[in-house]
């Protein structure tokens, strides 16, 4: 069964890390940094595979369209605004639903959506436009869930408007750097490899990348694998003209300071006037504020905004000393106030050290140029949904493909293969393999009529003949002298008058006397 660890619908405020969590894996999401694991759910085997996702960075590269300025953006140049959790759309709830219906487990899924504000601009005469990007997390689609999707959503405040609003997305990187390793101990047997190139292809923790046998210039998907755990992992993009480049892990970016992390400190209270000389204090958070008025014998109270709010470049501190019930407000969200005397705040805790996975994989760049205009003639005008990517679990078996030129491991394609049959549409009739359909046109049908003995005798043959082959549908379109003739056809074909059980004999016959209102269905 899906579970998550917060209410659906529920915006993430406290730091606490969101978990998705299906029949097969968990994924463990910051809420401000995004992917930190990815682990098999507790009741899958004894011993778990536990991947620990560091770097979960992304970066989009766009154009504004009236003014041709090109800009990236990325953790490293916006501003977290949110983190929510919310149920699939409806596109994708009813897809799921419809995948139930021959799963074996529950296909019902939620998202995680951080939210991130990249650019804001002030044309002149003009409403200001703001550029939002939003990272979310899914897990879900019928039984073959392995994974975890990543999707960027790059919109604008005013998606409706052909200039200020109008963007052109240039490139997306979905995976900016990712790098993965074992959180999970080794295992008492290792897989075994029965040639030297599949031992070197089995290198731990190195990604091995398959390339498009159609287009060597690009990508499938990047395996990376740890023998001594006797499992590994996949990243892709689900689209056919994607790069993927190990390389050296760029520097992981401080995680931003919590503006409000003094339990003291009333969030949403501000306090105007009363400021001290040389105020504000910049870069300071409430615990760092609070510290600074307990210090001072001219501060009785103190105000922090954040980063943002008010224009202000950097958390501010406003150390204060008149009465703080006086010209106060209690409707700005991004603001916290709290007086003298402050209780005892424990020290913060100090951050959970991170597991010591050996060897961790380089990093991982996975990237698609989508090249696609986004504004009101958009095919979707509200944003621009760039293609997901997707990370999964995979087992080493003993064995690899000896046609492989990277010696693909037979369990890495079975979690690959399931991972793309989820993204599958047609879902319910691949359940029953395929649906065979006979175009007996093939067989001249036309020419064959059933208004006679003879006539139908041959095309019961043909009836015969494609259920011994199994083949289930046939296209219908013989003669029928009893209804029509092929030469008193008034259409260009001559012969496709016949189409619809010879109905249409009747509607485009020069002698007809056909009526829809009165005439029914041909029955012979």
Same mark, same amino acid.
């Given at each position: 069964m899906l579970a998550i660890a917060v209410s659906l619908g529920l915006s993430i405020a406290?730091?606490? =890390?969101?978990?998705?969590? &299906?029949?097969?894996?968990?994924?463990?999401?910051?809420?401000r940094l995004g992917l930190t694991g990815l682990a098999d759910a507790a009741e899958t085997q004894?011993?778990?595979?536990?991947?620990?996702?560091s770097n979960d960075s992304w970066a989009a590269t766009v154009a504004d369209t009236a003014t041709s300025a090109l800009a990236?953006?990325? =953790?490293?140049?916006?501003?977290?605004?949110? !983190?929510?959790?919310?149920?699939?759309?409806?596109?994708?709830?009813?897809?799921?639903? !419809?995948?139930?219906?021959?799963?074996?487990?529950?296909?019902?899924?939620?998202?995680?959506?951080?939210?991130?504000? +990249?650019?804001?601009?002030?044309?002149?005469?003009?409403?200001?436009?703001?550029?939002?990007?939003?990272?979310?997390?899914t897990l879900g689609r019928g039984a073959a869930t392995g994974f975890v999707s990543k999707t960027l959503t790059l919109s604008s405040s005013r998606p409706h408007s052909a200039t200020a609003g109008a963007f052109f997305v240039a490139t997306v990187d979905v995976w900016a750097g990712i790098v993965l390793a074992p959180a999970s101990p080794a295992t008492t047997t290792t897989t075994t490899t029965p040639?030297?190139?599949?031992?070197?292809?089995?290198?731990?923790?190195?990604?091995?990348?398959?390339k498009n046998t159609y287009q060597a210039q690009f990508d499938v998907a990047a395996f990376v694998r740890f023998p001594a755990q006797g499992w590994g992992a996949f990243a892709s993009i689900a689209n056919p003209f994607i790069s993927l480049t190990p390389g050296a892990a760029p520097p992981q970016p401080p995680g931003p300071d919590d503006p409000f992390d003094s339990p003291n400190c009333r969030v949403g209270t501000n306090h105007v006037g009363g400021d001290l000389p040389g105020m504000p204090i910049e870069g300071k958070?409430?615990?760092? +504020?609070?510290?600074?008025?307990?210090?001072?014998?001219? +501060?009785?109270?103190?105000?922090?905004?954040?980063?943002?709010?008010?224009?202000?470049?950097? &958390?501010?501190?406003?150390?204060?000393?008149?009465?703080?019930?006086? &010209?106060?407000?209690?409707?700005n969200p991004c603001t916290c106030l709290a007086a003298k =005397?402050?209780? =005892? !705040?424990?020290?913060?805790?100090?951050? *959970?050290?991170? *597991?010591?996975? !050996?060897?961790?994989? *380089?990093?991982?760049?996975?990237?698609?140029?989508?090249?696609?205009?986004?504004?009101? %003639?958009? *095919?979707?005008?509200?944003?621009?949904?760039?293609e997901p990517g997707v990370?999964? $679990?995979?087992?080493?078996?003993?064995?690899?493909?000896?046609?492989?030129?990277?010696?693909?491991?037979?369990?890495?394609?079975?979690?690959?293969?399931? +991972?793309v049959e989820a993204h599958h549409l047609d879902g319910p009739s691949r359940a029953s393999k395929t649906v065979k359909v006979n175009v007996a046109w093939d067989e001249n049908d036309y020419q064959i009529d059933v208004?006679?003995?003879?006539?139908?005798? %041959?095309?019961?043959?043909?009836? %015969?003949? &494609?259920?011994? $082959?199994?083949?289930?549908?046939?296209?219908y379109e013989p003669q029928n002298t009893l209804h029509g003739s092929l030469h008193n056809t008034t259409d260009g074909w001559g012969w496709e008058g016949y189409v619809r059980y010879s109905l249409l004999t009747r509607v485009l016959s020069r002698s007809s006397t056909y009526s829809r209102l009165t005439d029914s269905r041909l029955t012979d």
């Open positions: 406290n730091g606490a =890390p969101v978990t998705l969590s &299906n029949d097969l894996v968990t994924a463990t999401i910051d809420p004894p011993a778990q595979r536990v991947l620990a996702v990236t953006y990325s =953790p490293a140049t916006c501003e977290w605004v949110s !983190t929510t959790t919310s149920p699939l759309n409806a596109t994708e709830a009813a897809t799921a639903a !419809t995948l139930a219906a021959t799963a074996a487990t529950a296909a019902t899924a939620v998202a995680a959506t951080i939210r991130w504000s +990249c650019a804001t601009t002030y044309p002149t005469g003009q409403l200001p436009v703001e550029r939002f990007v939003d990272v979310t997390y040639t030297a190139a599949a031992a070197a292809a089995a290198v731990a923790g190195e990604w091995v990348v398959q958070t409430a615990r760092q +504020c609070e510290a600074l008025c307990a210090a001072s014998a001219d +501060c009785d109270h103190y105000v922090t905004i954040a980063k943002g709010c008010d224009h202000e470049p950097a &958390n501010g501190c406003y150390l204060k000393r008149e009465g703080a019930g006086d &010209n106060s407000t209690s409707d =005397p402050f209780a =005892p !705040t424990p020290a913060p805790p100090a951050p *959970p050290a991170p *597991p010591a996975p !050996t060897p961790a994989t *380089p990093a991982l760049h996975g990237s698609y140029a989508p090249g696609m205009p986004q504004g009101p %003639d958009a *095919p979707h005008p509200a944003a621009h949904v760039a990370l999964g $679990l995979t087992s080493l078996t003993a064995y690899y493909f000896a046609g492989s030129s990277t010696g693909l491991n037979t369990g890495e394609r079975l979690a690959f293969v399931d +991972c208004g006679t003995a003879a006539g139908r005798t %041959d095309y019961k043959r043909i009836i %015969d003949m &494609n259920a011994q $082959l199994g083949v289930t549908h046939v296209v």
